[in-house]
């Protein structure tokens, strides 16, 4: 990356693009609905169990003129989502006020671990052990998120729901390769915690990304 592209980069102008596309929301509350789909290289959260670990690294995938890609995605759908990688190590800013001149409703799937930015309708907190979210984020988030890859992790949701407003939607997700093993214990947890719901990546059922 050349000078300038860093300077672009900081200011939202260009972002580091993995890949985009247009499908079906799989996950939380919006599961089943049309989305267009921007996910951003880039993450230094480091869960061990995560399933696009090709997105880690930055500096593997293209810069892109933000107003660009928000140009692309709105002309496919009005509902925008998001992901990463980590979204939020990036100045989203640009992209996302575009994104808003087109109509947009913009989503956005965080770990939270990084300073919030950009104009978003909806936001889907999925907390890590290994980087937790800035204090900011809990009361502004819409949906929390808990990926359970181990029985401690049912106590980590609780800490987590604890920090979010009232109105957050709470959900438990299982991690994919332990689905056959978790979501017995998610369905038996929920039926004593009501205010939960499960979660489950459709996406991976219906085999579209």
Not at 3 to 9: A, G, N, P, Y
Not at 121 to 141: F, H, N, R, V
């Amino acid at each position: 990356m050349n000078k300038e592209e860093d300077i672009l980069l900081k200011e939202g102008k260009m972002l580091p693009v993995m890949e985009h596309f247009y499908t079906l929301q799989g996950e939380g509350a919006h599961t089943g609905k049309a989305a267009y789909f921007i996910r951003l290289g880039g993450c230094d959260v480091g869960c061990h169990w995560c399933d696009v670990k090709e997105s880690w690294n930055p500096d593997l995938h293209p810069l892109m003129n933000a107003e660009e890609i928000a140009d692309i995605a709105a002309r496919h759908c009005k509902t925008i989502v998001l992901t990463g990688g980590e979204p939020l190590m990036w100045n989203l800013e640009v992209l996302t006020s575009r994104l808003k001149e087109q109509g947009c409703t913009v989503h956005i799937e965080t770990s939270g671990a990084y300073p919030m930015s950009g104009h978003l309708d909806w936001i889907t907190l999925s907390p890590k052990k290994t980087g937790l979210p800035k204090e900011e984020i809990y009361q502004k988030a819409d949906e929390l998120k808990v990926i359970v890859f181990n029985n401690h992790d049912f106590i980590f949701a609780e800490e987590q729901a604890a920090k979010v407003s009232e109105n957050c939607r709470l959900y438990l997700q299982s991690e994919w390769s332990k689905r056959d093993e978790m979501y017995p214990k998610i369905t038996d947890f929920i039926l004593t915690h009501p205010e939960w719901q499960a979660s489950v990546q459709t996406h991976k059922y219906l085999n579209i990304p």
